[in-house]
């Protein structure tokens, strides 16, 4: 993560080995959409301006993804057509189209860095970050909208949001620290917390479906839900 090392499997995860002869600055997150088609982010460079590569070889390989320079990408989110919008420091939002990136907008969400993004189709999508910070957009990341009101109290003064995941109108939301986690189950428009029953901060989240799902975080955390959170 750090280095831009890249790791590989073939077993599921059993065993791991890096791919060598990568040159790549320090990375901050990885996606693929299929077996062959990966995106990787990170922080932009002299010799890779934009912080966001590409590849189609499973990994084997990486290529620079054109764009202007880079402060550096923190999430990013990308579909099996090739397209994605990606998200950084200082509120910047740049769009992938085609393989090579252009700026979008820069939204205000003042000292906060924004962590975590997804997109539960082309046009509905989320974000979130430090300070309880909860955004939502309809129209691609175009425009974005505050759900700071209609939160349960005291939310954004007590958590640095670091996780997301979407089912449908389903989303779940956590951090740090890692004691609770916000769920909806109708896009945003009523919210419940649930006890995690732990403290650590929790820095992924990922959902099966309605029901099952998964989170990890500091000092080898793994929790699991089998009903919803």
Same mark, same amino acid.
């Given at each position: 993560?750090? *280095?831009?090392v890249?790791?590989?499997?073939?077993?599921?995860?059993?065993?791991?080995?890096?791919?060598? !002869?990568?040159?790549l600055?320090?990375?901050?997150?990885?996606?693929?959409?299929? =077996?062959k088609?990966?995106?990787?982010?990170?922080n932009?460079s002299?010799m890779?301006?934009?912080?966001?590569?590409?590849?189609?070889?499973g990994?084997?390989?990486?290529? $620079? /993804?054109?764009?202007?320079?880079?402060q550096?990408?923190?999430? !990013?989110?990308? &579909?099996r $057509?090739?397209? !994605?919008? /990606?998200?950084?420091? $200082?509120?910047?939002? =740049?769009?992938?189209?085609?393989?090579h990136?252009?700026?979008?907008?820069?939204?205000? /969400?003042g000292?906060?860095?924004?962590?975590?993004l997804?997109f539960v &189709? #082309?046009?509905?999508?989320?974000? /979130?970050?430090?300070?309880?910070?909860? @955004?939502?957009? #309809?129209d691609?990341?175009?425009?974005?909208?505050? +759900? %700071?009101?209609g939160l349960?109290p005291?939310?954004?003064?007590?958590?640095?949001?670091?996780? +997301? =995941?979407?089912? %449908?109108?389903?989303?779940w939301?956590?951090?740090?620290?890692?004691?609770r986690?916000?769920? *909806?189950?109708? !896009?945003?428009a009523?919210?419940?917390?649930y006890? *995690?029953?732990?403290? @650590?901060?929790?820095? =992924?989240?990922t959902?099966?479906?309605?029901y099952?799902?998964?989170?990890?975080? #500091?000092?080898?955390?793994?929790?699991?839900?089998r009903?919803?959170?």
């Open positions: 993560k750090s *280095t831009g890249i790791l590989r499997t073939r077993d599921g995860g059993k065993r791991w080995s890096p791919i060598s !002869g990568l040159l600055p320090a990375l901050k997150r990885i996606r693929f959409s299929d =077996a088609t990966g995106w990787a982010i990170g932009g002299a890779f301006p934009s912080g966001i590569f590409r590849t189609q070889d990994g084997r390989s990486w290529l $620079n /993804v054109p764009g202007p320079r880079t550096g990408w923190s999430t !990013g989110w990308f &579909d $057509n090739q397209q !994605g919008i /990606v998200a950084g420091r $200082n509120g910047q939002l =740049a769009r992938v189209i085609a393989a990136s252009e700026p979008v907008r820069t939204i205000d /969400v000292p906060r860095h924004l962590r975590r997804e &189709d #082309a046009s509905r999508g989320w974000l /979130v970050g430090d300070g309880g910070l909860i @955004m939502r957009t #309809a691609g990341g175009a425009h974005w909208r505050s +759900l %700071g009101e349960p005291g939310i954004s003064g007590q958590l640095d949001f670091r996780a +997301l =995941a979407t089912f %449908g109108e389903h989303v939301i956590t951090g740090s620290p890692g004691t986690v916000l769920h *909806t189950q109708d !896009g945003g009523h919210w419940d917390i006890a *995690t029953g732990q403290t @650590m901060p929790l820095r =992924a989240i959902f099966h479906d309605e099952r799902g998964w989170a990890v975080g #500091a000092l080898g955390t793994i929790l699991v839900t009903d919803g959170g």
